[in-house]
């Protein structure tokens, strides 16, 4: 079975989907980059949650409308070490 058969039958979006919704996220940021797996992430939570709402069914297990990987809240900026006051 070809992927595009695959997808219909689950219910999950293609990675062409993704991707094109991944690459809509990116522009509306600002095109900024760095953000490449939360876009992918977000796309693909918002594809399978919207294929859910329209079939009016969920897809595979209980889980499927969640990203396998939870997404970052935001970047984090490297915390400066600073020397400890203790004696060794």
Avoid: C, H
Wanted: net charge positive; proline share 6%; charged share 30%.
């Amino acid at each position: 079975m070809s992927k595009a058969n695959d997808a219909q039958v689950t219910g999950r979006p293609t990675e062409a989907e993704i991707s094109a919704r991944a690459f809509e996220l990116y522009l509306q940021r600002g095109s900024v980059p760095g953000y490449e797996l939360d876009d992918w992430l977000q796309a693909e939570a918002e594809l399978v949650a919207e294929a859910v709402n329209a079939g009016g069914r969920k897809t595979g297990n209980d889980r499927s409308e969640q990203p396998a990987v939870r997404r970052r809240s935001g970047r984090r900026e490297a915390v400066p070490s600073v020397p400890s006051s203790r004696r060794v």
